[in-house]
């Protein structure tokens, strides 16, 4: 299975003049998500003709080459992750879509290879802590799969979903736990000593915590961000859950809301919506036109200003 390390369902979007590589790869993965394949896999394509720079959007269309039947494509295309610093050899092993490919004599190759950079890049890793937060890790993502996948299958509103959100709800309170002892041993642990899987497990649990437990953890992000141990584009999705948990706009536009009444998605309230994309640019994220169509939402600045203190009206009844 193709890494998940977000919540974000991610559905189809239409083609339009002017697309970026990241909403060609958004609609790649939407095909991956409704397992259209081969559509996934054009769509990969289309886009590496565009970019060729992400080792994790390498291996993602590796995956989907693999499930399609594609062996020469998907071994092109993880061959080529590995090239562009896409080294989760654990992943890798236990990767269900990619089980077709084990009989090829090319899977040993891959797999030794991958397996000699990590160990270099390993060779002084906490390998105790390091192997904690990957199993956090897991934990986190493999209910969230769970949990998009019934709420596909059966519906938003059904008891399979229900029933997931408190399992969820559970494991989350356990994981973070877990996570708020090693942040408070160790500070925000760069992946420098764990390995970057390891190290967005910090985030990941603490962008599913409670509010009080964000605010506590921010400031330790906010230097994690500048010392290289954390992400900017992760933090600023924790600013915008902080903002919003205090009432205020969030700034990045990464938060959306769901209305039950109209069964349509929109972004929750954001400060200064004109020059959104300014600031998402500087933490490393793409445009916010491309970033809603996962939620069928199409991004109007005018329109959007116009509805803002509606949708600030509707924020306060949620609370």
């Known amino acids: 299975m193709k890494q998940i390390i977000t919540t974000f369902l991610l559905f189809i979007c239409s083609l339009t003049f002017g697309q970026t590589y990241k909403s060609i790869v958004a609609e790649a993965d939407a095909f991956y998500n409704n397992k259209e394949y081969k559509k ?3 769509k990969y394509k289309e886009a590496f003709k565009l970019e060729q720079k992400s080792g994790n959007d390498f291996y993602n269309a590796g995956c989907s080459a693999s499930l399609l039947g594609d062996k020469k494509l998907a071994f092109k295309w993880l061959n080529l992750a590995l090239k562009n610093g896409w080294s989760n050899v654990r992943h890798l092993k236990s990767d269900a879509d990619l089980t077709t490919l084990h009989t090829n004599k090319k899977w040993e190759k891959l797999v030794s290879e991958m397996q000699l950079i990590v160990d270099k890049r390993e060779a002084n890793y906490d390998k105790p802590l390091q192997a904690k937060l990957i199993a956090i890790f897991e934990d986190d993502q493999q209910i969230r799969r769970e949990y998009i996948s019934a709420e596909k299958e059966f519906g938003r509103e059904s008891r399979q979903v229900d029933s997931l959100g408190k399992i969820m709800m559970y494991k989350d309170s356990i994981n973070l736990i877990k996570v708020t002892e090693i942040l408070d041993k160790y500070g925000w642990v760069g992946a420098d000593k764990v390995g970057g899987q390891a190290n967005q497990t910090l985030f990941l649990v603490i962008q599913h915590s409670d509010l ?5 953890y921010l400031p330790m992000m906010r230097e994690a961000v500048k010392n290289k141990n954390a992400s900017g584009s992760a933090l600023a999705l924790l600013e915008d859950r902080v903002a919003l948990g205090e009432g205020k706009r969030q ?10 009444v109209t069964n349509k998605s929109y972004v929750l309230p954001l400060d200064d919506p004109d020059n959104v994309d300014k600031r998402r640019a500087e933490v490393g994220l793409g445009l916010l036109a491309d ?3 996962r939620w069928d939402i199409i991004w109007n ?5 116009k509805q803002l203190p509606e949708l600030e009206e509707k924020q306060k009844r949620q609370k």
């Open 251 to 260: 700034i990045y536009g990464s938060q959306i809301g769901y209305d039950n």
């Open 291 to 293: 970033y809603v169509k």
């Open 301 to 305: 600045v005018e329109e959007y200003k």
């Open 212 to 216: 009080k437990t964000q605010q506590k």
């Open 40 to 42: 996934s896999v054009e």
